[in-house]
């Protein structure tokens, strides 16, 4: 059982930049950042293969977030820059230790309690 423990939401201006960070308990095989805005479906944003460092991005966010990893801390980051108010949302952690993944829901086994990002305009 991986614990996944989010911090460093908060509200912003559009424009302005704010990092997630995510404390994992054990090793992982892909991490990733998810977010859930009010009414919507809980969309993927980044993910990252921890040994190789792959990164996959959704268009909106390409060019203004960037997924990273400490190993030695088994901690993730979403260092998310130009934020825009249609980023607001609750930003979720996940993790799977199966040997697969992606930007889709199902590739995760383990999720954080989220954390809310708020971008006024």
């Known amino acids: 059982q991986v614990q996944l423990v989010e911090s460093g939401g908060g509200s912003v201006q559009a424009g302005g930049s704010l990092r997630l960070s995510c404390a994992a308990s054990?090793?992982?095989?892909?991490m990733g950042w998810f977010r859930q805005a009010t009414g919507k479906e809980r969309e993927g944003v980044a993910v990252?293969?921890?040994?190789?460092?792959?990164?996959y991005y959704t268009d909106s966010v390409e060019g203004r977030f960037t997924i990273s990893l400490d190993n030695a801390k088994n901690t993730l980051y979403l260092q998310m820059n130009s934020l825009k108010p249609e980023d607001t949302a609750r930003y979720y952690c996940?993790?799977?230790?199966?040997?697969?993944?992606?930007?889709?829901?199902?590739?995760?086994?383990?999720w954080g309690q989220g954390t809310q990002v708020t971008v006024s305009s």
């Open positions: 990252i293969l921890t040994g190789t460092r792959i990164t």
């Open positions: 054990q090793d992982t095989y892909c």
């Open positions: 996940a993790a799977t230790v199966s040997p697969w993944c992606g930007m889709a829901r199902r590739n995760f086994d383990y």
